[in-house]
Structure formats: structure tokens, C-alpha cells
């Protein structure tokens, strides 16, 4: 770099020297053409050579958060705190907001209550249950028995009766009328055994299974009514945890929309969190370019706003198909720990789309064009000679050269100007 320096010093006097013969040929009445043919331009050299050259398309995009959550509420109520404002860093489960829960919390206590005496029903019904199950049904079931013997007695009596008084009405030893009274007896001793004989064939194959569902249907009523109190309490109780909100993820307060005591509704967003520790570059590229990139891919991206040195992305999504735009859109995440990037900056990516390898490069600033096309100047023999060239692609400072120039030669890289083809040059100075 001291060298390039001094070369400058030393061609500023060349220079001046040609504006002071161009003064005295305006004065003398000779037209400058001719005085420049006689004079020797002085000029920088650089040898051409063979290098690496990488052609990029940069493309800009916009940033934008890797992640947001829109925390939302899921019941209505008046806001009771908020505890964090905008720009606040949050760690996921850290409480938000609240809601006022009084209401909630008086709800819970009276279903509480409304549980200890369907917990009393319950314990009553299952006692009904063991009854019938139990001494009060053997003892229903002796009394029938009893009753049962004594109508068989009585039974064996009356037909004892009727049978006596049956020989004694064919020996006419009694009326008609007599024998008629006892063969009632008779009638109704057998019909008051069959009803006792069927009361207890009831009892004994229906009565108990009749008394112990009717004592299994009054404990399933009291187990009904105890569990659906006891599933009130368990959703109160949850619509109770409703009331304290907090962050579902890290990340930083991006917006907030309550302030304590305001109402809030289903349909709104009191804060919004972004995870700004990586952001993410969206950029539309075209046909030409998408071919160029691919999942996984690192690539160069500028973002002056949050500084001059450009960032280094990897590509995490490229879309298959172009969108209504006829373009390709392209997902690159960024690393963004120190928090220089914020979402909505402008961005540019910078996308490797030719490369060319070994081939004649020169600086861009030794080129010059007019309307045939463009052309260098070259130094051979302290002559500068005028080269027609075929350029290939650029990389902003150098230029491919596909056609008039060979390596080794002098390419001429300052004063280039004030030549024209043929003109008597001097070489001040090489550069690499």
C-alpha cells in the first residue's frame, strides 16, 4: 500500500506537466491533438494473471422473528395485574397477567358445601344398600315363613273337618247347611294358604332383588349427584388457573394491550412474545437464481442498520413451487444472540450464482468501452496499445476477461484515460 502511494506522488508531476503543455499549445496556436501525440503519458502497469473469480446476485429481503406467540386469554374477566411492558425480556412460565378470580374463587366455595351433603347422601344410600343386603331381609323372610306355617295348620284342620263332616252328612247325621258352613272353612283356609305360600315364593325370589335395586338406585342417584358436584368443582378450579396467564415461551415483549382493570374479551391479544435470539430473512428469488440454492446452505447477508459487518445465515426453507408473484420464496435464519437485529430492518443476501476458476481477471476500473464496445490498454514496447475484449462476469471490482487478453501480459491500470492506441507511454510503477 506505501508503494501504490508513492507511485501516486510520483505521477502527479506527469500529469501536471501534460496540463502545462496543453496551456502553452492553446497559447502557442498548435492544436492539442498534436502536442499530446509527442508527449509520453506516464502510467501504472499490472501483469495479467490468471485467478479465481465469484460472480453474486444480492437480493433484498426483510427480517423478521424465527418465532411469535399471540398469548391470548382463555376466559373474559377484568384484568387484575400486567406484569411485564414492551421490551422486556421473559422466561417461558413467567406470569404474565391475571385476571380477577373473586368471583371464581366464591363460586368454588359454595360447590364445596353443596359436596359435603351429597357426600352425606352417598354414605346414607350405601348404609341402605348393606340393610337390604343384610338382617332386615332374613327377618322379613322368617315372618313369611311363619305365616306360612300357620296357614298350612290351619289347612290340615279345616280338611280334617271337611272330611269328618262329609262321612257324617252321607250317615245323615248333620243337614246340608252344616256341612256347607265347614266346606267354606275349608275354601278359605286353602285360598289363605296359597296367598301365604306365594307371598313367601315372592318374597324369596323377587322381593329381595326388588328391595336391594331400590336401594342400588338410590346410591347410584347419590353417587350421580356427588360426582357431577365434584366435576363443577374440578372445572371451577381450572377456570380458577385460567386467571393467571404465562409466557409459553423465552423470547421478548414484542406488544402489550391491557393495563390493570381494563375488561378483557376472547378476541384479544394482550401481549405478544417473539423469540428474537435467532430472526429469520425472507427474500423472492427468481428461476435464474433459486437453482443456486439449497437447504442447509450458508450464506453472506448485510444488514447495515445493525452494522457494516455482514452476517453469516443458513438456509432453512426453499419453496418448491413459485408463489402468485412467480417467485420463489427463501427462508434464511440468523443468528441474533447480541440482539443487533430487529425484526422489520432491511436485509441483503448476497447468492453465489457463477464462479469461474483460473480464468483472466482484471480490475474493473482498467476497462474502458464506447460505442463499438470495450476495450484495455496494454503496454508493449513503451506503447500503449488498444485491445478490444469480451468481458464474462464481475464480482463489482474485478471483470472476467473471456476473449483479447493473455496472462502475462501489461495491462495498463492508471492514465489509461488520456491514451489513445499507440501512444508513447512510460511505465511509472507495477502493481500485483
Not at 353443596?114 to 352425606?120: D, G
Amino acid at each position: 500500500m506505501l508503494a501504490l502511494k508513492g507511485l501516486k506522488k510520483r505521477i502527479i508531476p506527469y500529469f501536471a506537466v501534460l496540463s502545462v503543455l496543453f496551456t502553452l499549445s492553446a497559447c502557442s496556436g498548435h492544436t492539442p491533438s498534436q502536442e499530446v501525440k509527442a508527449s509520453v503519458i506516464p502510467v501504472i502497469v499490472q501483469r495479467v494473471s490468471a485467478e479465481d473469480i465469484y460472480d453474486y446476485t444480492q437480493i433484498s429481503g426483510m427480517v423478521k422473528p424465527r418465532k411469535v406467540a399471540y398469548v391470548v386469554s382463555p376466559i373474559q374477566g377484568k384484568v387484575a395485574s400486567a406484569c411485564f411492558d414492551v421490551g422486556d425480556r421473559v422466561s417461558e412460565g413467567d406470569l404474565l397477567f391475571t385476571i380477577d378470580s373473586t368471583e371464581i374463587e366464591d363460586n368454588i366455595r359454595v360447590l364445596e358445601e353443596q359436596l359435603k351433603v351429597a357426600q352425606a347422601n352417598l354414605d346414607l344410600a350405601q348404609t341402605g344398600v348393606v340393610a337390604a343386603s343384610g338382617s332386615q331381609y332374613e327377618a322379613k323372610k322368617l315372618e313369611l315363613q311363619a305365616a306360612l306355617k300357620s296357614a298350612e295348620d290351619n289347612f290340615t284342620a279345616a280338611k280334617q273337618l271337611l272330611d269328618t263332616t262329609t262321612v257324617m252328612l252321607e250317615a245323615r247325621a248333620i243337614n246340608q247347611l252344616k256341612y256347607s258352613q265347614v266346606k267354606n272353612q275349608y275354601q278359605q283356609a286353602l285360598n289363605a294358604l296359597n296367598t301365604a305360600r306365594e307371598a313367601y315364593d315372592l318374597y324369596e325370589s323377587k322381593g329381595a332383588v326388588d328391595a336391594m335395586n331400590a336401594a342400588r338406585d338410590q346410591y347410584k342417584q347419590a353417587q350421580a349427584s356427588y360426582d357431577m358436584l365434584k366435576l363443577q368443582i374440578e372445572n371451577a378450579r381450572k377456570q380458577l388457573s385460567y386467571t393467571r396467564v404465562t409466557a409459553p415461551m423465552d423470547g421478548i415483549i414484542m406488544t402489550k394491550e391491557i393495563v390493570p382493570g381494563c375488561l378483557l374479551s376472547n378476541t384479544m391479544v394482550p401481549y405478544t412474545i417473539m423469540d428474537a435470539d435467532k430472526v429469520q430473512v425472507v427474500i423472492s428469488v427468481t428461476e435464474k437464481v433459486i437453482g443456486h440454492i439449497r437447504k442447509g446452505q450458508e450464506l453472506e447477508i448485510s444488514i447495515p442498520s445493525a452494522q457494516a459487518l455482514p452476517f453469516k445465515g443458513k438456509v432453512v426453507t426453499v419453496s418448491p413451487a413459485v408463489d402468485n408473484t412467480m417467485a420463489f420464496q427463501v427462508c434464511i435464519e440468523v443468528d441474533n444472540t447480541q440482539q443487533l437485529i430487529k425484526p422489520g430492518m432491511t436485509a441483503r443476501v448476497n447468492i453465489l450464482t457463477e464462479q469461474r476458476d483460473n480464468s483472466v481477471v482484471v480490475p474493473a476500473s482498467a476497462i474502458l468501452s464506447n460505442d463499438t464496445g470495450s476495450y484495455v490498454y496494454v503496454c508493449e514496447d513503451e506503447t500503449a496499445i488498444r485491445r478490444p475484449v469480451t468481458t464474462g462476469i464481475t464480482d463489482g471490482d474485478r471483470v472476467e476477461i473471456v476473449k483479447g487478453l493473455s496472462q502475462g501480459e501489461l495491462l495498463i491500470v492508471k492514465g489509461q484515460q488520456f491514451l489513445n492506441d499507440k501512444t508513447p507511454v512510460k511505465v511509472s510503477g507495477e502493481v500485483n
